[in-house]
């Protein structure tokens, strides 16, 4: 079955107080082990407020092998506590065609899949398919959702 997903960003900014390589690490964790050498992060420097040196990375995943492998792994990694979270809260995570899930750093370089709303990863899921409730019943059926 081919999944109804366009593309998956992912983004995140690392400041001037974190170790670069420990990052990437945390987005490789995120990813499909037999993925991980197709990612091609994209580096933009960035000044803070107060000209603090601020890098972010992003990348966007087309492949479709590699959504499904991304998309299997999230399933399976995110906890029955977030998604439920996500289900209750759908209206803070979903839009027209998207779905927003902002993930902990600090858990994801330990390979763990947790909410976190401060300085987080971002993951934007955008579907082909339109409207919140049709994005709700599809990621309910992939398991991103309780």
Do not use: W
Not at 9 to 31: F, G, P
């Amino acid at each position: 079955m081919k999944l109804p997903i366009a593309y998956i960003n992912i983004r995140l900014s690392v400041h001037a107080t974190e170790d670069r390589e420990k990052v990437k690490k945390a987005i490789h964790n995120l990813l499909p082990e037999d993925h991980v050498e197709d990612v091609e992060l994209k580096q933009t420097n960035l000044k803070g407020y107060y000209n603090n040196p601020i890098v972010l990375f992003e990348t966007r995943i087309k492949d479709a092998g590699f959504i499904r492998a991304f998309i299997e792994k999230l399933s399976r990694s995110l906890s029955e506590i977030d998604k439920e979270e996500v289900y209750a809260e759908s209206k803070l995570f979903v839009d027209k065609k998207n779905l927003y899930l902002r993930l902990d750093k600090q858990a994801a370089f330990k390979g763990e899949f947790k909410l976190k709303k401060a300085d987080p990863i971002h993951i934007r899921i955008h579907f082909s398919k339109k409207g919140e409730s049709t994005i709700i019943r599809i990621c309910r059926e992939l398991g991103l959702m309780a």
